[in-house]
């Protein structure tokens, strides 16, 4: 079985450009999760999907951070402007459903903004 | 204050110890503990599930949930430098699918 799969694997930007991450969950996992993972701490969720619907976003920063996931399979997070606090590494995680035990995690972006 | 706190580490060990990690809470809704390994530049994967208190058992591994004390814990049997990672707990409520995550502990398990 496939895992969940992310690109970039790294990117290096200045602070107020753009970015955009993608990410192409397991194969029939309707639930979809954007992480962002400090250096140092661990994961907090950005976003959850519950196929192409957003169920949290509660601390989505959305004057700057955008995600969506138009056919309910792959999803792209986008931050413009940029800042250096949001140098960290992007998790996206997929689950078959809302509620069942294993999420299972992509490699992650590291992002770096200088 | 955090929903979830993690002891900092870093821990270093010699192989065969036993490590002991841990995580205490202060949402009670919590009813799912996890704990997921995550190595250098990888995602985190699954390591063990529980649900509500107890203890469960997979190989060198412990986990033990405490809910009466909101503490968690994670045993490591004759620790392998194979073990060395970042260790999280994970925790969820029984509505909802969020995954609230502590800082994470560095573990070094040193030939």
């Known amino acids: 079985e496939a895992g969940v799969a992310q690109s970039p694997r790294y990117k290096i930007i200045e602070k107020r450009q753009s970015v955009a991450f993608w990410c192409n969950p397991i194969?029939?996992?309707?639930?979809l999760y954007w992480y962002q993972q400090i250096l140092g701490q661990g994961p907090k969720l950005l976003i959850q999907?519950?196929?192409?619907?957003?169920?949290?976003d509660s601390q989505l920063p959305k004057d700057r951070f955008s995600a969506e996931r138009l056919k309910g399979v792959d999803s792209t997070l986008k931050i413009q402007p940029a800042k250096l606090e949001d140098s960290a590494v992007y998790l996206c995680?997929?689950?078959?459903?809302?509620?069942?035990?294993?999420?299972?995690f992509g490699q992650g972006t590291r992002l770096t903004v200088v | 204050q955090k929903e979830v706190e993690q002891d900092p580490g870093p821990l270093s060990v010699p192989e065969g110890a036993i490590v002991s990690l841990n995580c205490t809470y202060s949402?009670?809704?919590?009813?799912?503990f996890m704990w997921y390994r995550q190595y250098s530049r990888k995602g985190p994967e699954l390591l063990m599930y529980?649900?509500?208190?107890g203890n469960k058992e997979d190989g060198r591994f412990t986990a033990q949930v405490d809910k009466s004390s909101k503490y968690i814990s994670l045993f490591i049997r004759d620790s392998q430098p194979s073990d060395s990672a970042t260790y999280l707990c994970?925790?969820?409520?029984?509505?909802?699918?969020?995954?609230?995550f502590g800082e994470g502990t560095q573990l070094t398990v040193n030939p």
């Open positions: 994970a925790m969820k409520e029984t509505s909802g699918s969020r995954l609230t």
């Open positions: 995680a997929s689950r078959t459903g809302p509620t069942n035990t294993e999420a299972f």
């Open positions: 529980t649900y509500s208190s």
């Open positions: 194969s029939g996992h309707a639930t």
């Open positions: 999907f519950q196929n192409n619907g957003v169920v949290d």
């Open positions: 949402n009670s809704a919590f009813q799912y």
